[in-house]
């Protein structure tokens, strides 16, 4: 491009200069053969210039002046033609460069009907770019209409209706029929008074990540099923030799049996607990929401705890909200909720102490509310931050009461965070502990899954 | 308790040798009459040539796992109708959730099963009291 610009300017510098020769000389000779007459002002200074001298002298004055006129519009030519050069150069990079990456991009109209796709879009799902342009991005007749009307839905809505971007993961197929993975973000672009003028579609081919994903998942499940034979072995014959099955067992040796049988129950929940945390993580759990009343799981829960209850002859307070809707949740995942924060408070209070349950709605009639509260002996203050980590347990406890997974917590807080809601605590050592738990009314959202979180056994 | 050759008889397909004993011993324990297998195929032959009451069926398997017997048993004009009860230590399957819906009675994950719980779901099943 510069090579071109500077022979451009070279070639017409000696045009130039030819022309304003020529031009000259034409005027001069025009002059003397004309012989008209002049103003004597006029006359006078054609005397000067029909003089030999006068005559190159005139030529050369006409020569500089043409030049000088030729010098300015060579310049704006060249600022012109250097503009649109870069003008250019810009539209040829940004093509490129969104020809070229990896990441597919396509540009939509206001009706979503392509009117650009780059080379990795083309290269991926299997269509040539002249029979995208026109059709609708994300159709059936494309690569789209893998996911469900609700999924594109809440698309549309959203970079239509509120003008936001949208991201999500979803599947595509390519013009053979093959599946693909992406994760897509449709950017609406406005003009200055907030019109959509196009939308643009951005999508990240994670085929390879899903599928790593997958072999996680499948390598937990697989380790479980190892983990859980061996554990099932114990479980079975400590069983056995405790209902005295092959003879009658004797003073300690009942008590160490049965030391062997809780330790292997602990085992078996800590595989259950950490299968639960592997499908959270890799999100291969399933959320099935329908219309749920949350007083009766939490009153099956405290049921389930009642042994643990009337041991440590713990009073329980409870208080049902009279309005409470309902909730259109997975009732197996509240119960998890209400398991592991019951029982936390059961196990971690003193004998004769008091817990409370308190499930009520919220002021603004947003959300459910889920207080649980213990007279027990708190969270230390230095380790709060830390309490819903994974395999943490704090000190105190851990001093005292030797079972637990430390991943109960965890396990909580991430089922309520994946349904929109909160989980905070306030706690005073050896006062209590009060957990809170919202979940909006707009309840939870269907995940497919390839398996089921686990509750906690009793 | 009428006498054993009146009991049901439970087939036990598990290709853990003393897991599969340690079902045997019990269910024995309450009378019951039990046929034994260690996979799938052996599972599968003995159930359409001795027509158990209840099958005891796990899932991973060499040979032929228990979803893969279930299949083939469900084709069968007897054995479509045969009560099944999953005794696995598999949690996660794609697809199983379907699996067990379409066609079997029960799915026990056996760490968090006690024998003895085992043996009163068998008998639940099978309509036996106590």
């Known amino acids: 491009m510069e090579k071109t610009l500077q022979h451009l300017k070279s070639n017409r510098t000696i045009q130039g200069l030819a022309l304003v020769l020529f031009v000259g000389l034409i005027a001069i000779i025009l002059f003397i053969e004309s012989g008209a007459e002049l103003p004597d002002h006029l006359a006078s200074f054609f005397l000067v210039i029909f003089e030999p001298n006068g005559i190159l002298i005139t030529g050369a004055a006409f020569s500089v002046l043409a030049l000088l006129i030729f010098q300015v519009i060579l310049r704006a030519e060249e600022r012109a033609v250097t503009a649109a050069a870069a003008a250019r150069r810009d539209t040829r990079i940004f093509r490129q460069a969104i020809d070229d990456v990896s990441d597919h991009i396509v540009i939509a109209d206001t009706e979503g009907k392509i009117i650009f796709a780059n080379r990795s879009m083309v290269e991926v799902t299997g269509y040539k770019r002249e029979e995208m342009i026109g059709k609708k991005a994300g159709g059936k007749d494309l690569w789209g209409g893998q996911m469900s009307k609700e999924f594109y839905d809440d698309m549309w809505k959203t970079i239509k209706v509120d003008k936001r971007p949208f991201g999500g993961q979803l599947k595509n197929k390519t013009r053979e029929g093959k599946e693909f993975e992406v994760y897509l973000v449709v950017t609406p672009i406005l003009d200055e008074r907030g019109n959509i003028e196009f939308f643009v579609g951005v999508e990240r081919n994670i085929t390879k990540e899903k599928a790593i994903d997958r072999a996680k998942s499948e390598f937990v499940s697989l380790a479980s099923h190892q983990l859980r034979t061996p554990l099932s072995t114990v479980s079975w014959y400590a069983e056995m030799l405790l209902s005295g099955d092959v003879g009658d067992i004797q003073g300690s040796q009942r008590e160490y049996l049965e030391e062997i049988y809780k330790g292997n129950r602990r085992m078996v929940e800590l595989v259950n607990a950490l299968l639960n945390v592997s499908r959270l993580e890799v999100g291969s759990f399933s959320v099935d929401p329908e219309p749920t009343h949350i007083i009766p799981i939490a009153e099956s829960v405290l049921a389930e705890i009642k042994p643990i209850v009337d041991k440590k002859a713990l009073v329980v307070l409870t208080e049902f909200g009279k309005d409470l809707p309902v909730l259109n949740a997975d009732p197996k995942l509240l119960r998890i909720v209400f398991q592991n924060l019951l029982s936390n408070a059961a196990k971690y209070t003193p004998e004769g102490g008091r817990i409370g349950l308190h499930v009520l709605l919220d002021d603004e009639k947003q959300h459910i509310l889920l207080k649980v509260s213990d007279t027990g002996w708190g969270i230390p203050k230095e380790q709060r931050e830390k309490i819903f980590s994974k395999l943490f347990r704090a000190d105190n406890v851990k001093s005292m009461d030797t079972e637990g997974t430390g991943l109960g917590l965890y396990i909580v807080k991430s089922i309520v965070e994946q349904a929109g809601g909160t989980i905070w605590f306030e706690s005073e050592m050896n006062k209590g502990t009060t957990f809170t738990v919202t979940l909006p009314l707009t309840g939870m959202k269907h995940q497919e899954g390839t398996t089921k979180l686990q509750e906690s056994l009793y | ?130």
């Open chain 2, 1 to 130: 308790m009428d006498s054993p050759s009146k009991m049901p008889t439970i087939l036990i397909v598990e290709d853990e040798a003393p897991l599969r004993r340690a079902i045997k011993i019990k269910l024995g324990q309450s009378n019951f009459n039990v046929l034994e297998a260690k996979n799938g195929k052996e599972g599968l032959e003995t159930a359409l040539a001795e027509h158990p009451d209840l099958i005891l069926l796990d899932i991973v398997m060499p040979v032929m796992d228990g979803l893969h017997m279930l299949k083939e048993l469900r084709r069968d004009a007897w054995g479509k109708d045969v009560e099944v009860i999953f005794l696995t230590n598999l949690g996660d399957n794609e697809n199983l959730d379907e699996a067990v819906e379409g066609s079997a009675t029960a799915y026990l994950i056996k760490t968090d099963w006690k024998l003895e719980d085992v043996v009163g779901k068998i008998k639940q099943h099978l309509k036996i009291e106590g």
